[in-house]
């Protein structure tokens, strides 16, 4: 199922991208995009820059009988890589460093794919996301344990979820509001500037776990009915907000964007050893939050940048399972003009898109 659903997503996001450029003025045509007098284009220069990210996922099980919410985290891991970018493509290489992610004592092990691909262009924004984790640790122990104070973190090592997600936002205001300019350094916004987006999202997500979530503390208090193991949930709806981009000294900028959307989810659970199989579907929120701070100059740039969402029926009386994505980034980079070498290949890519 999880390659599957991956396949439609990346289908969906290159033909929305394809759709995209088709539609929109470029270096062939005669016209510009955007306003000069708020962004500045670095598209035809070659960006190289360094940085370390955290990507991660996050579950929470809320028990409707103890009101307690035990939060599942997989052991973070933190890479460091290089990447370009030029025009509309970008590419970034990553690997784990083992000096960095030696508490698999503390946490536990974790075994992860996680491909999270942002693509900003002058009308949309485009996020996909498709996650495999094996291996979490109860983050919150001391919720349900008073006076919780081991070194190590309560594990699941048998604990593993698929998530997959595509959203994109359209940008009101895309002659004045740049995406790039805060988050691929193609560009640069010398003015302040917002704009209101809106658009739609779609995920899935599915859980496995050789036996239920609640910890053996809990057993005797918990609702064993809230088991949401081996259940398949599909979230879908619109989305709306606003994004701003605040500039200070023509440089220095902090940018945010806030969305929510709303739309139906459908669970589909199969049987447990502690739950019969069911069907329902309930109205749900979709919120996902993207920052970055940081100094975009016209040479050197560097900077921060976030991206969370959270999904999952939230109702005080009853019990839910929230899902979360997180992905954290910093980084330093640089402009170059681009060699020959590269405007060819890339030319010949874009004319045969058109």
Known sequence: MG????????????????????????????SIDYNPNYIIDYSDQLSVRGFASIRSTAISHHDDYTRKSITYKPNENIKMG????????????????????????????????????????????????????????????????????LTNYPQRPDLKTINAGISGLYV??????????????????????GSWVSGIFFNYFTMTADSTLIPNELNARANYQNDFRNTDYYNFGITGGYAYNLVVFKRVFLSMTCTLGIGPEIEKAKSTDQREPYSNTVLDEFIAIRVALGYNGTTYYGGLSAFATSSGAKEKEAAYLERGVNNF??????????????????????KSLL
């Open 3 to 30: 390659k599957r659903v991956f396949w439609l997503f990346f289908i969906s996001l290159w033909g929305t991208v394809i759709t995209e450029m088709r539609g929109q003025p470029n270096e062939w045509r005669d």
């Open 82 to 149: 290089l990447g370009a970018s030029t025009d509309w493509f970008s590419l970034n290489i990553a690997f784990n460093w083992p000096l960095l992610n030696n508490d698999d004592a503390k946490y536990g092990k974790t075994k992860a794919l996680d491909i999270q691909s942002n693509v900003f262009l002058r009308y949309l924004a485009i996020d996909l996301v498709l996650q495999q984790y094996k291996g979490y640790y109860i983050s919150n122990p001391e919720s349900y344990i008073q006076q919780y104070n």
């Open 172 to 193: 009101f205001n895309h002659e004045n509001f740049s995406y790039r300019a805060a988050f691929t350094q193609t560009e640069r916004q010398v003015k302040s500037a």
């Open 329 to 350: 980034k910093i980084y330093f980079g640089r402009r170059f003009i681009q060699p020959n070498f590269l405007d060819k290949p890339k030319n010949k890519l874009f």
